[in-house]
T-cell receptor
Framework: AQSVAQPEDQVNVAEGNPLTVKCTYS??????LFWYVQYPNRGLQFLLK??????LVKGSYGFEAEFNKSQTSFHLKKPSALVSDSALYFC?????????????FGGGTRVLVKP | NAGVTQTPKFRILKIGQSMTLQCTQD?????MYWYRQDPGMGLKLIYY???????DKGEVPNGYNVSRSTTEDFPLRLELAAPSQTSVYFC??????????????FGEGSRLTVL
């Protein structure tokens, strides 16, 4: 079975400050990890992924995420947050052994960046 | 490219009514998925399809049905609507060659209310 947890319902940060959104996962095989962002009344948009290789992955809009196998985490980060980064962020995982390429999503973390 | 198109965007149903949510993609993607999004619960997989003529259940299939007669279309049928089916529904697709990346392309969602 595969699962993912996002422990924070909401993260508040001032514009220009670093932003971190936490994610932990559980899989029986190797994890494929993803971050998606959802703006109001829109579908989810892909931000970045970790499949294999370098533990630090870079994605769209200046976001990056660090894969930590020992802590089973995949936290999303941005060095300097913008007001336009305010949105709902989802972490997702797929077990390398899972059929059908099915992703399991976390409950989402709402990010509010204040001017 | 239109990507993934869902219709309708909004619908109100009475208890016991039936309806079909339409989903079409023009990217020639093999895999298609239906998710529902409930507040604080993330996305739950309802049904998925790995190609025309092949469908399978996800985590929460009860009360729903799907078909996949063509690569482009993946309609979701609600029979005997219940208040518990009030949700936002997202259709997504994935191309086989990107199978390991899990980079889903989402539609903009269909908001369904059952009263």
């Amino acid at each position: 079975a595969q699962s993912v947890a996002q422990p924070e319902d909401q993260v508040n940060v001032a514009e220009g400050n670093p932003l971190t959104v936490k994610c932990t996962y559980s899989v029986s095989g190797n994890p494929y990890l993803f971050w998606y962002v959802q703006y109001p009344n829109r579908g989810l948009q892909f931000l970045l992924k970790y499949i294999t290789g370098d533990n630090l992955v870079k994605g769209s809009y200046g976001f990056e995420a660090e894969f930590n196998k020992s802590q089973t985490s995949f936290h999303l980060k941005k060095p300097s947050a913008l007001v336009s980064d305010s949105a709902l962020y989802f972490c997702a995982v797929r077990d390398s052994k899972a059929a059908g390429n099915k992703l399991t999503f976390g409950g989402g973390t709402r990010v509010l960046v204040k001017p | 490219n239109a990507g993934v198109t869902q219709t309708p965007k909004f619908r109100i149903l009475k208890i016991g009514q039936s309806m079909t949510l339409q989903c079409t993609q023009d990217m020639n993607h093999n895999y298609m998925y239906w998710y529902r999004q409930d507040p604080g619960m993330g996305l739950k997989l309802i049904y998925y399809s790995v190609g025309a003529g092949i469908t399978d259940k996800g985590e929460v299939p009860n009360g729903y049905n799907v078909s996949r007669s063509t690569t482009e279309d993946f309609p979701l049928r609600l029979e005997l609507a219940a208040p518990s089916q009030t949700s936002v529904y997202f259709c997504a697709s994935l191309r086989r060659t990107n199978a390991n990346t899990g980079e889903l392309f989402f539609g903009e969602g269909s908001r369904l209310t059952v009263l």
